[in-house]
């Protein structure tokens, strides 16, 4: 059965302390996967594509892996303002929807 | 930028009531979509559409419909409204992109609460 899984469910680090979400999928042709992030009452906001292993993307302290079986959010000295819940989809060849994680939700104490 | 603009951010309505949920994009995406996001089960596709008065049934159509007038426009429409669709729901556009590549672009969402 496709799927996916974010892990951990839930992540409190202090500022400044890097560390990184996983997203792993079970997928037999990958076509893309998505990160996005969404704060407490609002709609995700997009942050990356990736679309084959070993693709890179960056966005300010945020960077996104990809290898054949999962995805990594890297966080680089994070600030209390990337406390958010990070989503992690996955587009499947033979499927029109997205394979959604349930997410990690992300504290960053100050 | 996109920009994806739903009618209401909150919503009360009492069982029984008919309700209409609205979503307009602005970037002249050919696919828009209607989710439902519920603590615990993630976001779970209700209904697609991928051209005017096109619409597929997603994960989880039941008790729902939805309309497609303008190519901008999505509505989804709750005949009868009941306590279990109580929840939060995201509107989404997309683009079909090169070898089916697409990101979709979601709303700031409606807090629906049924009483």
């Known amino acids: 059965e496709d799927q996916v899984t974010q892990s951990p469910e839930a992540l409190r680090l202090q500022e400044g302390e890097s560390s990184s979400l996983n997203c792993s999928y079970t997928v037999s042709g990958l076509r893309g996967l998505f990160w996005y992030r969404q704060d407490p009452g609002k709609g995700p906001e997009f942050l990356f594509t990736l679309y084959s292993a070993g693709e890179e993307k960056e966005k300010e302290r945020l960077k996104a892996t990809l290898t054949k079986k999962e995805s990594f959010l890297h966080i680089t000295a994070p600030k209390p303002e990337d406390s958010a819940t990070y989503l992690c989809a996955v587009h499947e060849d033979s499927n029109y929807q997205l394979i959604w994680g349930a997410g990690t939700k992300l504290i960053i104490k100050p | 930028d996109v920009k994806v603009t739903q009618s209401s951010r909150y919503l009360v309505k009492r069982t029984g009531e008919k309700v209409f949920l609205e979503c307009v994009q602005d970037?002249?995406?050919?696919?828009m979509f209607w989710y439902r996001q519920d603590p615990g089960l993630g976001l779970r596709l209700i209904y697609f559409?991928?051209?005017?008065?096109?619409?597929e049934k997603g994960d989880i159509p039941e008790g729902y419909s939805v309309s497609r007038e303008k190519k901008e426009r999505f509505s989804l429409i709750l005949e009868s409204a009941s306590t279990n669709q109580t929840s939060m729901y995201l509107c989404?556009?997309?683009?079909?992109?090169?070898?089916?590549?697409?990101?979709?672009?979601f709303g700031p969402g409606t807090r629906l609460l049924v009483l």
């Open positions: 989404a556009s997309s683009n079909p992109g090169q070898g089916g590549r697409e990101t979709q672009y």
């Open positions: 970037m002249d995406h050919e696919n």
């Open positions: 559409s991928y051209d005017v008065k096109m619409k």
